[in-house]
């Protein structure tokens, strides 16, 4: 683990270290400073010349870095990346409750829960963190980018393990309503279980042979226009497991960009929402030993939203 940080956090993202590698006395560094070091290091994530003129560079006492300054081993350096331009995803957060140990929002579509590729200032993290002023506040679970509804936070990484640890062994009841086609052949409720595997580089899931590791329970709630309102309990939290165990009962949820066929969506295409919404999770507090329940305030269908990004603190 590195030390703390002798730069703030900027647009809510903590500073990014590298570190020189330890000493080695049977073999002497090819390095004659630290510039050229961090010339080799990081050529293809950032202008290390224009960081080192800029002073943007910092060791960890928080003096800048100068190029020429002599190599010195298990050295960390710290230095903020330059963010690509982001367009911004529409839609409020909607945020449900907020205590000293956590805060849960309600997400529209299309907001990644944390930073990651293409999405970074627009993500629920990095944007909370600014309009909350919790620059340690940390998503206890994730939600793909285009599901909606509730997502759960802890304010400070001191109360993260107890209640991550709470929805890694699976004591959180999850709820999510979707919107799919009607089967009049199934009858409900139904009890999906089998093999997911997700494997790198692919953007749908597969199923296996192998003993099941994904368990979801389907009921029909009602009937809206002849589009069915689904009830969906999952029991396990694999990837994509909801939006393909309804695919596999022949109903993929309205509005899918990657089931059954993974179309080809603009990023800045926020007009289909994903018709699968994550109304509501239950949990006993690890901490107080309370009941927590949180319910999404959104309801199906999900429209398109067009409002520029935002926090509604009312809930």
Known sequence: MPPPSPLPPRHGLDAAWVCTPEEDRTRPHPWPTMGAWLLE????????????????????????????????????????????????????????????????????????????????????????????????????????????????????????????????????????????????????????????????????????????????????????QGTGVYRLTPRTGKTHQLRMHMLGLGIPIIDDPVYPVVQDVAIDDFSRPLQLLASGVTFTDPIDGGVRRFESVRTLPLRAETVAGGTDAGG
């Open 41 to 224: 290091r990081l050529p293809q994530f950032v202008d290390v010349a224009g960081f080192l003129a800029g002073e943007r560079f910092s060791y960890q006492s928080g003096v800048p870095v100068v190029g020429s300054d002599p190599y010195g081993p298990h050295t960390f350096v710290w230095f903020h990346r330059d963010l690509a331009e982001e367009t911004v995803v529409p839609g409020v957060i909607h945020l449900v409750h907020r205590d000293a140990r956590l805060v849960v929002i309600d997400k529209p579509a299309f907001l990644s829960t944390i930073p990651r590729g293409r999405h970074v200032v627009q993500s629920v993290v990095v944007r909370l963190r600014a309009e909350l002023g919790l620059p340690e506040l940390s998503p206890l679970h994730r939600l793909d980018r285009v599901t909606s509804g509730i997502v759960v936070l802890a304010t400070e990484r001191r109360w993260r393990g107890e209640y991550q640890s709470m929805f890694q062994r699976g004591e959180i009841e999850k709820t999510y309503r979707a919107l799919a086609p009607l089967r009049p052949d199934l009858e409900f409720p139904v009890t999906v279980r089998n093999h997911l595997t997700a494997r790198r580089g692919r953007w749908q899931a597969e199923v296996t042979d192998a003993p099941a590791n994904a368990e979801s329970l389907i009921e029909l709630e009602t009937v809206v």
